[in-house]
Nanobody
Framework: QVQLVESGGGLVQPGGSLRLSCAASGSISRIGSMGWYRQAPGKQRELVATITSTGSADYADSVKGRFTISRDNAENTEYLQMNSLKPEDTAIYYC???????????????WGQGTQVTVSS
């Protein structure tokens, strides 16, 4: 079994910063790509950023230049540094990881439980 546990959400004023963390644990052989998604009230879940196992990152246009995704492969952890936050960034943020379990041959997609980010004055 694989678990993803997120932390770092909260309330921040417009223009502020937050750093989200997502730690993977359990029966892990390898972790492939990882990513962050978000879902605002009344909207579909959308991709925020992804990062490959070798560190190549990609971002949604709405967050380019403001958010930075990173990972620590030794700790099976990914991060999302969010700067210059806007009210429209308010959402529940979910981490995602493609994990090959021990004794497995295929990657499976796992999700964190979600963490609330609220940007408001």
């Amino acid at each position: 079994q694989v678990q993803l546990v997120e932390s770092g959400g909260g309330l921040v004023q417009p223009g502020g910063s937050l750093r989200l963390s997502c730690a993977a644990s359990g029966s892990i052989s390898r972790i492939g790509s990882m990513g962050w998604y978000r879902q605002a009230p009344g909207k579909q879940r959308e991709l925020v950023a992804t990062i490959t196992s070798t560190g190549s990152a990609d971002y949604a246009d709405s967050v380019k230049g403001r958010f930075t995704i990173s990972r620590d492969n030794a700790e099976n952890t990914e991060y999302l540094q969010m700067n210059s936050l806007k009210p429209e960034d308010t959402a529940i943020y979910y981490c995602n990881a493609n994990v090959m379990p021990n004794n497995g041959r295929l990657f499976h997609s796992y999700w964190g439980q979600g963490t609330q980010v609220t940007v408001s004055s």
